[in-house]
């Protein structure tokens, strides 16, 4: 079965950092894309960013390019997502999810949330 467990979200003030994981299990890693989502409270939910693990092409949403970066390691099946300037709208539910192929695209497979708070 196809797994996706996003971890490491929290309580972090205004400008500071925080590190989420993605462990993936159940498919070819290789094969596909992992992405970063989140639904904040009212709102839709956006797409952050994303990775190709075949070949390390990467998107970001302007709402997080220059703060966000998402990194990948192939042998450990895990997708990392490091957040930092944290802002107080960047308060939401974090999902982390998979398609295989590229980036572009809806994703497949999704995992359960982790929740990141910011204070101001």
């Known amino acids: 079965d196809v797994q996706l467990q996003a971890s490491g979200g929290g309580l972090v003030q205004a400008g500071g950092s925080l590190r989420l994981s993605c462990a993936a299990s159940?498919?070819?890693?290789?094969?596909?894309?992992i992405g970063w989502l989140r639904q904040a409270p009212g709102k839709e939910r956006e797409g952050m960013s994303c990775?190709?693990?075949?070949?390390?092409?990467?998107y970001y949403a302007d709402s997080v390019k220059g703060r966000f970066t998402i990194s990948s390691d192939n042998a450990k099946n895990m997708v990392y997502l490091q957040m930092s300037s944290l802002k107080p709208e960047d308060t939401a539910v974090y999902y982390c999810?998979?398609?295989?192929?590229?980036?572009?695209?809806?994703?497949?497979?999704w995992g359960k949330g982790t929740l990141v708070t910011v204070s101001s």
């Open positions: 990775i190709s693990s075949s070949d390390g092409s990467t």
């Open positions: 999810a998979a398609r295989r192929g590229y980036c572009s695209g809806r994703m497949t497979y």
């Open positions: 159940g498919f070819t890693f290789d094969d596909y894309a």
